[in-house]
């Protein structure tokens, strides 16, 4: 089956500028999740989405960060504008709906590795 | 919420020696534990995961052991390949629709 898919694969921009990036997951999975990843640290959770509803946005910068996902299936995550602590790996995940009791596997994209100067 | 702390964050052994990296959690209710591998510039995949029913899981040289009483985890990797150094990062969740919280990760250096 096809991966999760993500674009685009880098992107540098000035500070204060906007951006924007994509998500399109695996077929049939209904969560999908954005994380942040900065140089040398474990992903973050930004948001989390359970079809086309936010699970948990605890985490995300709303004065800058915005995220949507609505006909549930692709999702785009919006920076701005942009501070130069921005600059990180963006990930998508996605996975199928968690069970009362299980939790189910995620499956990442290959990420968006952004820049901000 | 959910707090981890991965240790060593840098492991280097020579191949086919064993490596362990270890993991703490925070939150008694949290019940599943992945582990990640990211090379370099690629995206995390899951090599193994625990459950809180079990205590230990093998998949041929990969092995988890968990100690619910203690609230830490552990990844054994056994006779290493070079093909095996990456970035390894736990992860704990308490399941359900909640979030994956990771660790730090280990960088893991085997060398030839």
């Known amino acids: 089956e096809a991966g999760v898919a993500q674009s685009p694969r880098y992107k540098i921009i000035e500070k204060r500028q906007s951006v924007a990036f994509w998500c399109n997951p695996i077929s049939g999975h209904a969560t999908l999740y954005w994380y942040q990843q900065i140089l040398g640290q474990g992903p973050k959770l930004l948001i989390q989405?359970?079809?086309?509803?936010?699970?948990?946005d605890s985490q995300l910068p709303k004065d800058r960060f915005s995220a949507e996902r609505l006909k549930g299936v692709d999702s785009t995550l919006k920076i701005q504008p942009a501070k130069l602590e921005d600059s990180a790996v963006y990930l998508c995940?996605?996975?199928?709906?968690?069970?009362?009791?299980?939790?189910?596997?995620?499956?990442f994209g290959p990420g968006t590795r952004l820049l901000v100067l | 919420g959910e707090n981890v702390e991965q240790h060593p964050s840098t492991l280097s052994v020579q191949e086919g020696d064993s490596a362990v990296i270890k993991c703490t959690y925070s939150d008694s209710a949290s019940n599943y534990f992945p582990w990640y591998k990211q090379e370099l510039g690629k995206r995390p995949q899951l090599i193994i995961d625990i459950r809180s029913n079990v205590g230990e899981k093998k998949d041929q040289r990969i092995a988890v052991t968990l100690n619910k009483t203690a609230k830490h985890f552990s990844l054994h990797i056994t006779e290493t390949q070079p093909e095996d150094s990456a970035v390894y990062f736990c992860a704990a969740s308490i399941g359900g629709y909640s979030t994956l919280t990771f660790g730090k990760g280990t960088m893991l250096l085997v060398s030839p």
């Open positions: 995940a996605s996975s199928l709906v968690g069970s009362s009791g299980g939790q189910e596997t995620q499956y």
């Open positions: 989405f359970q079809n086309n509803g936010v699970v948990d």
